[in-house]
T-cell receptor, first 116, second 116 residues
Framework: AQKVTQAQTEISVVEKEDVTLDCVYE???????LFWYKQPPSGELVFLIR??????QNEISGRYSWNFQKSTSSFNFTITASQVVDSAVYFC?????????????FGTGTLLAVQP | ETGVTQTPRHLVMGMTNKKSLKCEQH?????MYWYKQSAKKPLELMFV???????ENNSVPSRFSPECPNSSHLFLHLHTLQPEDSALYLC???????????????FGEGSRLTVL
């Protein structure tokens, strides 16, 4: 069975603080994809990143960085120097390789509130 | 302007009403999806359409009836719903079901449904 766990339901930080959102996944597939999506108050989910299971290199995009560790089945997301505009719900998701559809398994999300 | 437009944004209906949710994508994508987002639960995939053909029905009750007249439009017809069906219904599209952009979905802002 595939499962994504985001243990942090809500996180509140003050602007300019760094914050890490945790994601732990379960899968029996040897090949799979991991994702992060952002859902701002307007409602639409916005794709942030995709990682395949063979690429454990950490990735940095501006203030965002992702730490993928297969040994602990984790794919954590760090925002450096957080800003109020980062306030949103963040979803981690998993997809097995070779499926007939883009069937994403989402976690329950982490609500990030960045206070000015 | 978002590439995926959903109407109405908010809907209140009684248990005996019939209503429809509409989704339109302006991205030239071939696949479209309905997701249900309930509080404190992971996003649930409901239906998948590829080139107007339904490829997945994720054990959704028959009181939800999807319709995809063309690759740009997707409807969700609602009939005799239950209060527990109250949720945010999100429409999404992707270029294809698989490929280099696998898992990269473009979401609308959702239709907030309340069933009384």
């Amino acid at each position: 069975a595939q499962k994504v766990t985001q243990a942090q339901t809500e996180i509140s930080v003050v602007e300019k603080e760094d914050v890490t959102l945790d994601c732990v996944y379960e899968t029996r597939d040897t090949t799979y994809y991991l994702f992060w999506y952002k859902q701002p108050p307007s409602g639409e989910l916005v794709f942030l990143i995709r990682r395949n299971s063979f690429d454990e290199q950490n990735e940095i995009s501006g203030r965002y960085s992702w730490n993928f560790q297969k040994s602990t089945s984790s794919f954590n997301f760090t925002i450096t120097a957080s800003q109020v505009v980062d306030s949103a719900v963040y979803f981690c998701a998993l997809m097995g390789y070779g499926g007939a559809t883009n069937k994403l398994i989402f976690g329950t999300g982490t609500l990030l509130a960045v206070q000015p | 302007e978002t590439g995926v437009t959903q109407t109405p944004r908010h809907l209140v209906m009684g248990m005996t009403n019939k209503k429809s949710l509409k989704c339109e994508q302006h991205l030239g994508h071939n696949a479209m999806y309905w997701y249900k987002q309930s509080a404190k639960k992971p996003l649930e995939l409901m239906f998948v359409y590829n080139f107007k053909e339904q490829t997945e029905n994720n054990s959704v009750p028959s009181r939800f009836s999807p319709e995809c007249p063309n690759s740009s439009h997707l409807f969700l017809h609602l009939h005799t719903l239950q209060p527990e069906d109250s949720a945010l219904y999100l429409c999404a599209s992707s270029q294809d079901l698989q490929g280099v952009n696998t898992g990269e979905l473009f979401f609308g802002e959702g239709s907030r449904l309340t069933v009384l």
